[in-house]
């Protein structure tokens, strides 16, 4: 199994800054399987933010140029650095890893 910890959501003014934090454990996980950020609105689908693997990183058009992603192998950690924040930004992301496992969500409000 793989067990994931999120932090770092909040509330934060339009145009400001927060970074997510996803740490991964469990003997299931390996610093090879891919890292996600997801995030899902009410009453609609859960959709991908952005990626990170061996391949490289993949972005929603939504988030390009205004969030980063990345990871530290050595914490099995993954992160999203989300710049210039948009209300339209306020929902709950969620990590994933390897396409099965998910984290509990953390909810980033975008609101002044």
């Known amino acids: 199994q793989v067990q994931l910890v999120e932090s770092g959501g909040g509330l934060v003014q339009p145009g400001g800054s927060l970074t997510l934090s996803c740490a991964a454990s469990?003997?299931?996980?390996?610093?090879?399987?891919?890292m996600a950020w997801y995030r899902q609105a009410p009453g609609k689908e859960r959709e991908l933010v952005a990626a990170?693997?061996?391949?490289?990183?993949r972005y929603a058009d939504s988030v390009k140029g205004r969030f980063t992603i990345s990871r530290d192998n050595a914490k099995n950690t993954v992160y999203l650095q989300m710049n210039n924040l948009k209300p339209e930004d306020t929902v709950v992301y969620y990590c994933n890893v390897a396409y099965m496992y998910w984290g509990q969500g953390t909810q980033v409000t975008v609101s002044s």
């Open positions: 469990g003997t299931m996980f390996s610093i090879h399987h891919r």
């Open positions: 990170i693997s061996s391949g490289g990183t």
